[in-house]
């Protein structure tokens, strides 16, 4: 049994066996032009939340590289709390409770990044510490 996302890749391959990669960077993020931001009418390739997950995530990676950072309990909890800001704004606006802004989007994603990026660090922490 196939399952159905596969599915809906295989028919983007087109004859000659070229891979669409608009497909593949749905998984990234939605794209909404109306999310993005834009500079002179060139938008950029990720929505605004995406764009501030990324950059955050990038940023703190880095930082990490070059500094040492103990993964503690308290570090871990403050992590998962500020991902709980990015989940309350993109849930209230997919139940269309309201609807979120460029600028408001972009620093939740900048929290949601910074959490995601340490909890992730921390798993490979423990990982590698046993």
Request: net charge positive.
């Given at each position: ?8 890749w ?17 998984f ?25 997950f ?24 403050l ?19 309201r ?13 949601g990044?910074?959490g995601?990026?340490?909890?992730l ?7 590698v510490?046993?």
């Open positions: 049994m196939e399952l159905s996302f596969l599915k809906s295989k028919s983007k391959i087109s004859v000659n066996n070229t891979f669409d990669y608009n497909i593949f960077t749905k990234l993020c939605h794209r909404i032009p109306e999310r993005t931001f834009n500079i002179r009418g060139y938008y950029f390739p990720v929505c605004s939340r995406c764009t501030g990324y950059l955050a995530g990038s940023l703190y990676f880095i930082l990490a590289y070059f500094l040492y950072i103990p993964y503690t309990i308290p570090i871990i909890i992590a998962s709390l500020m991902l709980i800001p990015t989940f309350f704004d993109g849930f209230t606006q997919l139940l269309g409770l609807e979120s802004n460029n600028v408001l989007r972009f620093f939740t994603g900048l929290m990044g910074v995601l990026a340490i909890l660090k921390a798993i490979k922490w423990a990982i510490m046993g």
